[in-house]
């Protein structure tokens, strides 16, 4: 059986990836490596295929299965929808992927994401997102204590925190002159002074880690602390049922504690685990191949 991981000649040259090639390795498949960025499809007498060209040949990619890692970075629409068509091409030819990239597609961003909790009542943080300042400036007005983040961005990188409307109409001008949509966040304050994310695998609670914050940002990226934590009930449940809402085969959910309870935060398609992993001492890998592998053999 051949397991590739789809992800992009710009990265994922990382822990991750060694951990899920070890993984793949040891479940007795071959690793398979699949570039968005150098794959190409071809369309001939109705049949679709995605190829790739080794050693100057052009050859069919055709893994059973594949884990869904990153489609790289993206400069332009076309090229981001260019890229998830080849996914999506795979996935179409029976390539079994993990997670779904529609699914995946909806998880990455954080508009989709609470979406789709909020219809199946799960609870997440009071929200606007408007391509209009004026949305933007009343809803910081009405938040007070707003936070500011792009659509898909990742490590808390370009989130910003505010509460003068005013001072926000200049991150809005920033957004707008970019192109990007205004998503504007009620600030939530969060117990201990961190967020809990909860990793979770085939419907399971594989482990937890609290993530103590040096500064308002929770990110490990941005120095917060992680910490292997050990959830109650409520919480386990709210994570594994985020991630049934989002169809996904396995993700980290980002959960707040707060005075008026928790709040799902963000739900993580492509979790970087290697903060979780030294906490905790839980491998996420072998728990998504061998899940992949249910997946495809069924």
Do not use: C
């Not at 893994?63 to 993206?74: D, H, N």
């Not at 109650?232 to 996904?248: Q, S």
């Amino acid at each position: 059986m051949e397991i590739g991981v789809i992800s992009s000649s710009e990265g994922y040259s990382n822990e991750e990836l060694r951990d899920l090639k070890k993984a793949i390795s040891k479940s007795g498949a071959e690793y398979i490596n699949i570039n968005l960025s150098e794959s190409f499809v071809r369309i001939e007498k109705g049949a679709v295929a995605v190829m790739h060209t080794d050693g100057g040949k052009a050859e069919r990619i055709t893994p059973e299965a594949a884990v869904m890692r990153s489609i790289g970075i993206i400069r332009d629409y076309e090229q981001f929808s260019h890229r998830l068509w080849l996914a999506q091409a795979m996935e179409l030819n029976g390539m079994t992927i993990s997670n779904k990239i529609s699914s995946w597609v909806s998880a990455s961003d954080k508009l989709g994401t609470l979406v789709i909790l909020s219809k199946h009542k799960i609870p997440v943080p009071d929200t606007t997102s408007s391509e209009n300042f004026f949305h933007g400036y009343a809803a910081v007005r009405k938040y007070a204590d707003t936070v500011i983040k792009p659509l898909r961005s990742g490590k808390g990188i370009g989130v910003f925190r505010i509460s003068d409307p005013d001072a926000a109409m200049h991150i809005f001008s920033y957004f707008t002159n970019l192109s990007k949509p205004i998503y504007v966040q009620r600030f939530l304050e969060k117990k201990g002074s961190g967020d809990f994310r909860v990793v979770v695998v085939n419907g399971e609670v594989i482990g937890a880690e609290f993530r103590k914050a040096k500064s308002w940002k929770s990110n490990v990226a941005q120095g917060a602390e992680p910490r292997k934590a050990h959830i109650n009930a409520e919480m386990r449940e709210i994570a594994i049922k985020a991630t049934g809402a989002l169809k996904l085969d396995y993700a980290g959910i980002d959960i707040a504690d707060t005075k008026d309870g928790y709040y799902v935060l963000e739900a993580n398609p492509t979790i970087s685990w290697s903060g979780f992993r030294r906490v905790t001492g839980v491998n996420p890998a072998p728990y998504i191949i061998k899940n992949l592998i249910s997946k495809a053999r069924n």
